[in-house]
């Protein structure tokens, strides 16, 4: 079956310390992204990729880096200069910028 | 104003009754529409798209869109107590960026 499969499900961070949060796909699609939601509130979005090795900062990439090595693979490192990073992160796919995005089960971060 | 706007709720619905779900979107260049169910910790679902103007079923939901005055709805006819959940409404700005709500939050009370 096609999806969207983000790593891992719970995350600890200590603090200064960078963690990444994996996210891997097998539906052919050209588009990644990145969210963030914090309770209570919509998503928001931290960065975005329309194709390998390119990828564009959202409205919150403060403290987040990416890499599009692969079509299948987005990973976001959460780095330590991302003071408030305890939330839960979602990861998206979409065919086009127009089409619908499908999303991963999400990875909940928190700080130890 | 918020660029894409719902009622926070909760809306409570009978069951077996119609739901109704209202979005309104500020960008009048937007192009595409998307209504997601989100069950509490779980990620969001895709339930409709909707691209031009007028109605969209897909069994039990209907999506409407009127560009004219920016808004788009969602109803649920014979609500189930499973279509408890929060409904986000997303809005494509047309460069791969959606707008989202921050969600209406929908209880079917048996």
């Known amino acids: 079956d096609g999806g969207i499969t983000q790593s891992p499900k719970y995350l600890f961070r200590k603090e200064g310390q960078n963690v990444t949060l994996s996210c891997e796909q097998n539906?052919?699609?050209?588009?990644m992204y990145w969210y963030r939601q914090d309770p209570g509130q919509g998503l928001r979005l931290i960065y975005y990729?329309?194709?390998?090795?390119?990828?564009q900062k959202g409205d919150i990439a403060e403290g987040y880096s990416v890499s599009r090595e692969k079509k299948e693979s987005f990973p976001l490192t959460v780095t330590s200069a991302q003071k408030n990073p305890t939330a839960f992160y979602l990861c998206?796919?979409?065919?086009?910028?127009?089409?619908?995005?499908?999303f991963g089960d999400g990875t909940r971060l928190s700080i130890l | 104003q918020k660029e894409v706007e719902q009622n926070s709720g909760p809306l409570s619905v009978p069951e077996g009754a119609i739901a109704s779900l209202n979005c309104t979107y500020s960008d009048r260049v937007s192009q595409s529409f998307f209504w997601y169910r989100q069950y509490s910790g779980k990620s969001p679902e895709l339930i409709m798209s909707i691209y031009s103007n007028g109605d969209k079923e897909d069994g039990r939901f209907t999506a409407q869109l009127n560009k004219a005055s920016q808004y788009v709805s969602l109803l649920i006819r014979d609500s189930q107590p499973s279509d408890s959940a929060t409904y986000l409404c997303a809005v494509n700005r047309g460069n791969y960026q959606l707008i989202w709500g921050a969600g209406t939050k929908l209880i079917i009370k048996p």
């Open positions: 998206a796919s979409s065919m086009e910028g127009n089409q619908p995005q499908h």
């Open positions: 539906l052919n699609h050209d588009a």
């Open positions: 990729s329309q194709i390998v090795n390119d990828f």
